[in-house]
């Protein structure tokens, strides 16, 4: 089992910038693919970035040039930073991990709430 702990949501305006936190405990972290995914009222979960064992990132082209994903295997802890934020990006983010031999993410943190005013 891998427990997931998101942290570092909240309130900011328009153009601001926030780093959120996934730290993970129960497995080795370096054996986690991990990713972040988000949720807004009435729509779907999309993903919003990946990154891999070894370091290798995605990030969904609306987010492109504003978010950077990045993981600290020392401290086990996946982090997403997030600048120049627009209302549209309000959703709550999850972190999600799975093992590096499996295809879903089966792994999820509780959620932590971004909330960006115009």
């Not at 702990?5 to 601001?16: N, P, T």
């Not at 999820?108 to 971004?114: A, D, F, P, V």
Request: charged share 20%; with cysteine.
């Amino acid at each position: 089992q891998v427990q997931l702990v998101e942290s570092g949501g909240g309130l900011v305006q328009a153009g601001g910038s926030l780093r959120l936190s996934c730290a993970a405990c129960g497995r080795t972290f370096v054996n986690l693919e991990m990713a972040w995914y988000r949720q807004a009222p009435g729509k779907e979960r999309e993903l919003v970035a990946t990154i891999s064992r070894g370091g290798s990132t995605y990030i969904k082209d609306s987010m492109k040039g504003r978010f950077t994903i990045s993981r600290n295997n020392a401290k086990s802890t996946m982090y997403l930073q997030m600048d120049s934020l627009k209302p549209e990006d309000t959703a709550v983010y999850y972190c999600a991990a799975r093992h590096y031999l499996l295809q879903t993410y089966h792994y999820w943190g509780q959620g932590t709430q971004i909330t960006v005013s115009s």
